[in-house]
């Protein structure tokens, strides 16, 4: 008997390799969440509790040096991520769009996916103890049907849902169309993270 694993959902996890510049960028997402009145209002407006620039700042490797060099970064992590994914592309991929989130204790943001773009990813510049796990789902969900639940011992490949628990520095990637969540969290401490889309 032969049972092989089929259709696999690829999840790319590293580290950005530099605890000063993981330190500098904490420092720039809070002078942003600080210094950003259109940001914390779009937040406020959609129920966010936090902070986040993605719907107030669409330049921030252009403002600030320190997101430009994480962006020097992130582009390898992404070719690497595209080469594992056997991704038959006419050119590299590109930055499309990258965004600060300062999530406050008991935030969480709801299950979504990232449209018009090929990979997405977050970085993760501080964790407090206890802060949110990133929510991954697995993608045939809505066509299970009659499927029965997994066992709590199931592998990891076979679960319906896989918590990934990040630490400062933590570098996420997986294709724009895996449906993700941020968990609450009960951590003391602002979860702060830049997330990014690739086209």
């Not at 107030?56 to 060099?69: G, K, M, Q, T, V």
């Not at 994480?70 to 592309?89: G, K, M, Q, S, T």
Request: net charge neutral; proline share 7%; charged share 25%.
């Amino acid at each position: 008997m032969a049972v092989r694993p089929l259709f696999p959902t690829l999840f790319y996890e590293d580290e950005v390799g530099d605890s000063g510049l993981v330190e500098e960028l904490e420092q720039a997402c809070l002078a942003l969440a600080a210094e950003d009145g259109a940001g914390r209002r779009w937040s406020r407006e959609h129920g966010y509790r936090g902070y986040t620039s993605y719907a107030s700042l669409d330049d921030l490797p252009l403002r600030d040096p320190r997101f430009a060099e994480l962006v020097r970064r992130l582009n390898r992590h992404v070719a690497a991520f595209a080469e594992a994914c056997a991704f038959d592309l006419p050119r590299r991929l590109r930055l499309d769009s990258l965004w600060v989130n300062v999530l406050k204790p008991g935030g969480a943001h709801s299950g979504h996916i990232h449209p018009h773009s090929i990979v997405s990813g977050t970085v993760y510049v501080a964790v407090p103890p206890g802060g949110g796990a990133l929510r991954l789902e697995d993608p045939r969900l809505p066509m299970m049907m009659a499927a029965p639940a997994r066992r709590e011992d199931a592998p990891e490949a076979q679960r319906s849902f896989v918590y990934a628990r990040p630490r400062a520095g933590s570098v996420y990637l997986w294709e724009s169309w895996l449906r993700h969540e941020v968990a609450a969290g009960a951590g003391r401490g602002d979860r702060i993270s830049i997330s990014f889309n690739y086209r």
